[in-house]
């Protein structure tokens, strides 16, 4: 089962296939509030025509998806391939 966490512009960056509410109901309470922060953070640097505001900004941001990604896999358990999907 896929699981992707990502950067919507609005809503929770968790998904699995079309349920854009998957993992908020279980996931520990920091890992919801790293996720939230993340994702706000992408809401508030990157601009959909000027992309982001440096290459340091956009690798961090990366980085970080992975980290959150790898997190949501260890919460979850076997059973999910979690993928990491961001601008």
Known sequence: MIVEVGVPYTGWPVRRGIDYAFGSDFFSDQLIKDLEIWARDFNRLF?????????????????????????????????????????
């Open 47 to 87: 601009n959909e025509i000027a992309g982001w505001p440096s290459e340091e900004l956009r690798k961090r941001h990366h980085e970080q998806g992975e980290a959150l990604a790898e997190r949501v896999r260890a919460e979850l358990g076997p059973g999910y391939d979690v993928q990491m999907v961001a601008l």
